[in-house]
């Protein structure tokens, strides 16, 4: 497969912010290409007009290219397969049990994505080699990572992710693809060595950037979303 899956609206025509947002997948596989040092620059950039309380800013990246990236995922990739090393996030980004409807829908996205990539349930070792390719960026080009001071509350958290949003939004109308990747924050200890984070901060998540791979059976899956009705109530009177 090489052609774009696009991605349905149900909308005949769609602007150009519109496309962007409705095509907007997370990808995990990329080409080979580098992506210019300059077009990152611009992208995070321009992401950097996302809205934050009081004009905060609470972002702060942390980008790896060529032979930083290669380490980085080469260390990483020894760290999840070192029995030694402790893998727990700073955070709690998932319930501890998981409940209705976010269970049926977390466990439909996963089925699908496995299917496509002939994952059988119960295979542990091919399941556990995919949920690993988070740690080389999907060989994405490049790799960032974005974290947080751990004193900042909530509101902070919500426009680091209006920020993390743009990135992946303006990465689009640059032909590249993005995959947000909270795997990331279970290494944090072992990332500290690669990149000068701070023990102030908290790795966050990363995010995978590149040229799409669409040959590969994983770049064709598009997560389902719910209809407007299920998540939004509308009152006039």
Request: glycine share 8%; net charge negative; with cysteine.
């Amino acid at each position: 497969m090489n052609t774009i899956p696009m991605i349905e609206t149900g909308y005949s025509k769609l602007n150009a912010v519109e496309d962007a947002v409705s095509q907007r997948r997370s990808l995990r596989g990329f080409l080979d290409k580098p992506v210019d040092r300059e077009v990152v620059e611009r992208i995070l950039t321009m992401a950097g007009r996302a809205p934050s309380g009081t004009n905060m800013q609470p972002w702060v990246g942390h980008v790896l290219t060529g032979e930083a990236l290669k380490r980085f995922g080469g260390g990483l990739m020894d760290a999840a397969n070192d029995p030694d090393i402790k893998k727990e996030s700073e955070f709690p980004y998932y319930p501890d049990k998981f409940f209705e409807p976010y269970k049926a829908r977390r466990r439909k996205v996963g089925w699908d994505l496995y299917g496509l990539l002939g994952i059988e349930k119960g295979d542990f070792e091919k399941t556990k080699a995919q949920h690993d390719r988070n740690l080389v960026f999907f060989d994405a080009p490049v790799g960032m990572m974005f974290t947080i001071h751990r004193d900042l509350k909530i509101g902070s958290w919500l426009d680091l992710g209006m920020f993390l949003q743009n990135i992946m939004i303006l990465a689009r109308s640059h032909g590249l693809e993005t995959c947000p990747q909270a795997a990331f924050s279970h290494f944090h200890e072992t990332i500290r060595k690669y990149i000068d984070i701070g023990d102030d901060y908290i790795v966050v998540c990363g995010i995978a950037m590149g040229y799409a791979d669409w040959s590969r059976p994983e770049c064709s899956l598009v997560a389902e979303r719910e209809p407007l009705a299920n998540y939004v109530t509308f009152q006039d009177n």
